[in-house]
């Protein structure tokens, strides 16, 4: 389906009947909405799913982002997308699945509009305090070059399909048959100052970047993007499912993309330290936040999956599908499991 809301065409993923029960599937950076499709093979076919292609991925237009903004301008689209008519009945309160930046698209998106969200289902979700040091000045551009240039090669630490294969996945035999669809989601990525990275601005401290005004990974960045005392004070407070990997080694404590721990490790010199610089503790943060949210009137859950990555719709398939089906069902009855599941799903089996 395609839709022009906010002068922007949009590219929408769409199945099931339109009065089904409404889900709506949000991707990650350097994706698309075909990302979510292992995923819905499995969910039931009487579901309304959708999944828009965001500003600057897939085959939606390659509107600039305003980084000033953080997430905000993904979130107003998606808002204006939810009163199509042609995409969910009015009034309609979908079940949010939102998958890494999408997590954060998705924070905003409940705390401008929370009437909007029946329940949220967090995979692998960036901090509410933002993501990255150093802005779109931290992007490798040797990466970003081959984003641009469609590079479907694995010649290089930094090709596109090396990247899927080692960061949003901890096995890379888990991409399965979908590897080239997967891939192809990554390289419909749009590049430039607009888009992904960003524009890239110097600062006196180190590393020497910051976050720059247009573009993704500026969005992310704490500068600009920095939610968590709005979202702790969101009215009615739908419930939360975390959904997460151990193995990440994006969104983490300890993540191979955060300067700050990659200076600790002497991976990037100059860094001045603990005090002055500390690797941020993504994973700690989310929870801390989380818990705020349940002291607050809200609740959630915490499911860990051992020796996944970044991506478990994608590395536990049918695990994740259960999860999304319990959620939509548990929404629909009025009825939430509460508490912190650590390590619950370690021994599921895959896909």
Not at 62 to 69: E, F, G, H, L, S
Not at 214 to 242: E, I, S
Request: overall charge negative.
């Amino acid at each position: 389906m395609e839709l022009t809301v906010r002068g922007l065409r949009h590219n929408l993923l769409v199945r099931g009947p339109v009065d089904g029960p409404p889900v709506l599937l949000i991707h990650g950076n350097c994706s698309s909405a075909a990302f979510w499709e292992p995923l819905v093979r499995l969910l039931p076919e009487h579901w309304r799913i959708v999944a828009p292609d965001l500003r600057g991925y897939g085959s939606t237009d390659a509107a600039p982002v305003d980084a000033t903004r953080g997430l905000r301008d993904f979130a107003d689209d998606l808002a204006a997308l939810l009163d199509a008519q042609e995409v969910f009945p009015a009034g309609t309160r979908p079940v949010v699945v939102a998958h890494s930046m999408g997590g954060g698209v998705a924070m905003q998106l409940l705390i401008d509009a929370p009437e909007r969200i029946a329940a949220l289902l967090l995979e692998a979700p960036l901090s509410p305090y933002g993501f990255g040091l150093g802005g779109a000045g931290a992007a490798n551009p040797d990466f970003v070059a081959r984003l641009e240039a469609g590079d479907r090669g694995d010649d290089s630490p930094a090709c596109p399909r090396t990247i899927l294969r080692t960061y949003y996945v901890a096995d890379p035999a888990s991409l399965g048959a979908d590897e080239e669809l997967l891939l192809d989601t990554v390289l419909s990525t749009a590049t430039g100052e607009g888009n992904y990275p960003g524009d890239a601005v110097a600062c006196d401290d180190w590393p020497g970047m910051g976050a720059g005004r247009r573009g993704v990974l500026n969005a992310m960045a704490p500068q600009w993007f920095d939610v968590a005392d709005d979202l702790v004070a969101v009215p009615g407070k739908p419930h939360v499912t975390w959904v997460r990997g151990a193995a990440d080694q994006i969104v983490s404590d300890t993540s191979l993309f955060d300067l700050a721990y990659l200076g600790k490790l002497g991976a990037v010199p100059g860094w001045p330290g603990e005090e002055l610089c500390p690797p941020q503790p993504m994973v700690t943060e989310t929870r801390a936040v989380l818990d705020r949210y349940t002291e607050a009137g809200g609740s959630y859950e915490e499911i860990v999956y051992e020796g996944v990555g970044h991506s478990p719709h994608i590395e536990r398939t049918a695990d994740f599908a259960a999860i999304v089906t319990r959620v939509v069902a548990d929404t629909a009855a009025g009825s939430v499991t509460v508490g912190s599941v650590m390590g619950a799903a370690a021994d599921a089996p895959g896909r």
